[in-house]
């Protein structure tokens, strides 16, 4: 701090604003709350429903506060003939205090003095990051997955299982650093085999889009 009022003080400019003077500290403090029920309606059927709360309290990082909250909603069907169904909705919405797209500059030599005017010197070194820049595990989100699953018995020593899952996620308040809108589709068969007692042989394929 010494050093940086010191070049303040003589009225000195460095030659580029991106030299990196002191490690960052990305420190945080992470807080989850969470509550869920099951319901069994019906003989091997059962709904579920669950609730979470995850808080982020960040220093040194472009929002010094997310939130997100997350509902889910389950069902699985185990009285089926031809095996097992499992499937989740998950909702996710993410929000956060004001953000700050560059908060870094008291660790880089911009600080040391004011934005420099002298023909020659490297301007662009000063701009580290264009404004509207929004990083992924900080923009506002809303998300929706959707998760498909079922289970069989092949014969009493192999076992097939499907999985689907259809994820949407929206970014309302990016401009760049996230598209506004993403979809992902992936599709999973995987066979489980067991032969002997002590030997399990295990194969899947998946694709994703």
Not at 78 to 90: C, E, I, K
Not at 148 to 158: C, F, H, P
Not at 160 to 181: C, E, F, I, T, V
Request: proline fraction near 4%; glycine fraction near 6%.
């Amino acid at each position: 701090r010494c050093d940086i009022e010191a070049v303040r003080a003589l009225g000195l400019v460095p030659s580029a604003g991106n030299v990196n003077i002191r490690n960052i500290p990305y420190e945080y403090r992470q807080t989850n709350a969470s509550i869920g029920a099951d319901y069994r309606f019906a003989r091997s059927q059962n709904l579920s429903a669950y609730y979470e709360r995850e808080d982020y309290h960040r220093a040194y990082r472009e929002r010094a506060e997310t939130w997100e909250d997350r509902l889910k909603l389950g069902y699985v069907n185990r009285a089926l003939a031809g095996g097992t169904v499992r499937a989740s909705l998950d909702y996710g919405r993410r929000r956060g205090s004001t953000y700050v797209a560059d908060p870094y500059d008291a660790f880089f030599s911009a600080s040391f003095g004011p934005l420099p005017t002298a023909t020659g010197t490297n301007m662009t070194s000063w701009i580290h990051i264009n404004d509207l820049h929004r990083k992924f595990d900080l923009a506002d989100r809303d998300q929706t997955t959707l998760n498909l699953r079922w289970n069989t018995a092949l014969r009493e020593d192999l076992d097939l299982s499907l999985n689907l899952q259809a994820k949407d996620q929206r970014y309302p308040s990016s401009s760049y650093g996230r598209n506004g809108h993403q979809r992902q589709n992936t599709i999973n068969a995987d066979l489980s085999w067991q032969p002997a007692p002590d030997l399990n042989v295990y194969g899947y394929l998946s694709q994703q889009e």
